[in-house]
């Protein structure tokens, strides 16, 4: 089984939809991360998380919010979906005890009409 | 602010050449590097991380080194194999912390049999 595991896979929602994308990891990690990727763009960090109680904003917040419920689970919400939020999303797990080597889920694509 | 530049865009080889992808960065004070395979539509695959006081790293047919005086990395593929077609990213944690990661745009590598 995968250690980094996201659902849904893929996602097609309309414009002003509440969605919520999932991500698990069995790796025992601290830190979990949530980056969005873009053609042309390359991928970037929206939120970061160094235990259940310490969320941080990462590069591009604005439009999501995160919740962190469990040291294994760190979700991502698109309160109210717009196009433009249309990408490929990946959560990524961390720890210092590798050397902060990041590891990636296989991705949620997601499309907002 | 971090920037990191991946040289070329694109590569195409034929199958059993050894090859170079080159990676740039503009702040040298990086706590690490890491090397990702990412191939279409999937997550990423880390390939190798190099830690700041490390010269180079090796797994199988790879090698990583890094230079951080001069800003640059290599990945050294050996043998290229066709399985080996993939865009590979390189990453730099940003600010001089160890977890928020900047990205190249990749290099696309097409390994023809």
């Known amino acids: 089984d995968a250690d980094v595991t996201q659902t849904p896979r893929n996602r097609i929602t309309k414009t002003g939809k509440r969605i919520m994308l999932e991500c698990s990891q069995t790796k025992g990690h601290d830190r979990m991360y949530w980056y969005r990727q873009d053609p042309g763009l390359g991928l970037r960090l929206i939120y970061y998380s160094f235990d259940v109680k310490d969320i941080n904003k990462g590069e591009i917040s604005d439009g999501y919010s995160v919740s962190r419920q469990a040291q294994a689970k760190f979700s991502l919400s698109l309160e109210s979906a717009i196009p433009n939020q249309t990408a490929l999303y990946f959560c990524a797990t961390s720890d210092p005890s590798q050397g902060y080597e990041q590891y990636f889920g296989p991705g949620t694509r997601l499309t907002v009409t | ?113």
């Open chain 2, 1 to 113: 602010k971090q920037e990191v530049t991946q040289i070329p865009a694109a590569l195409s080889v034929p199958e059993g050449e050894n090859l170079v992808l080159n990676c740039s960065f503009t702040d040298s004070a990086i706590y690490n590097l890491q090397w990702f395979r990412q191939d279409p539509g999937k997550g990423l695959t880390s390939l190798l991380l190099i830690q700041s006081s490390q010269r180079e790293q090796t797994s199988g047919r790879l090698n990583a080194s890094l230079d951080k005086s001069s800003g640059r990395s290599t990945l050294y593929i050996a043998a290229s194999q066709p399985g080996d077609s993939a865009t590979y990213l390189c990453a730099v944690p940003s600010g001089g912390s160890n977890y928020k990661l900047t990205f190249g745009k990749g290099t696309l590598l097409t390994v023809n049999p």
